[in-house]
T-cell receptor, first 109, second 113 residues
């Protein structure tokens, strides 16, 4: 069975502090992992995917197959990073994504 | 502008009534999806469609129905059989079955009164 776990429902940090949003997954095959972000009053949008190995808005995420994790990191958080973040896994059923429950990140000034 | 449009933005329904949520895309995407977003529960898949005239149940399909008569359109009907229909509904599309990158609509908030 495919499952995505985001253990933190809420996460608060101060501006300039490092931030890490945790994501663990359960999947027996070769996973494809994503991070989606939803800013206030905006649509849910793709932030990054592991196969791209890119950095978007200063965020990076590394797939760790040994720990089955895909944590999202940023060395210096900004107030505009405040949003809801969802980790997602593409499973064996063609196309569909499995989403975690989301982490609401608040960056205080 | 290419995109995915959901309407209406807000919808009120009386108990016992069926209601249909619209989702239209002009991105020429093959696959379309309906998710339900509840606080603390993330996004749960209701139905999805990979091609026209074909669709599959997701994880919480009971009390919902869909159709895919045109590539551009994937309406969702919330029936009176849905026990807890008040929620935020998101429609999404992707270019093909193997593309994990979804484009999302802006959502419809349904309230049962």
């Amino acid at each position: 069975a495919q499952r995505v776990t985001q253990p933190e429902k809420l996460l608060s940090v101060f501006k300039g502090a490092p931030v890490e949003l945790k994501c663990n997954y359960s999947y027996s095959g070769s996973p494809e992992l994503f991070w989606y972000v939803q800013y206030s009053r905006q649509r849910l949008q793709l932030l990054l995917r592991h196969i791209s190995r890119e950095s978007i808005k200063g965020f990076t995420a590394d797939l760790n197959k040994g720990e089955t994790s895909f944590h999202l990191k940023k060395p210096f958080a900004q107030e505009e990073d405040s949003a809801m973040y969802y980790c997602a896994l593409r499973g064996s059923t063609l196309g569909r994504l499995y989403f975690g429950r989301g982490t609401q990140l608040t960056v205080w000034p | 502008d290419g995109g995915i449009t959901q309407s209406p933005k807000y919808l009120f329904r009386k108990e016992g009534q069926n209601v249909t949520l619209s989702c239209e895309q002009n991105l020429n995407h093959d696959a379309m999806y309906w998710y339900r977003q509840d606080p603390g529960q993330g996004l749960r898949l209701i139905y999805y469609s990979q091609i026209v005239n074909d669709f599959q149940k997701g994880d919480i399909a009971e009390g919902y129905s869909v159709s895919r008569e045109k590539k551009e359109s994937f309406p969702l009907t919330v029936t009176s059989a849905q026990k807890n229909p008040t929620a935020f509904y998101l429609c999404a599309s992707s270019i093909d079955n193997n593309a994990g990158g979804y484009t999302f609509g802006s959502g419809t908030r349904l309230t049962v009164v």
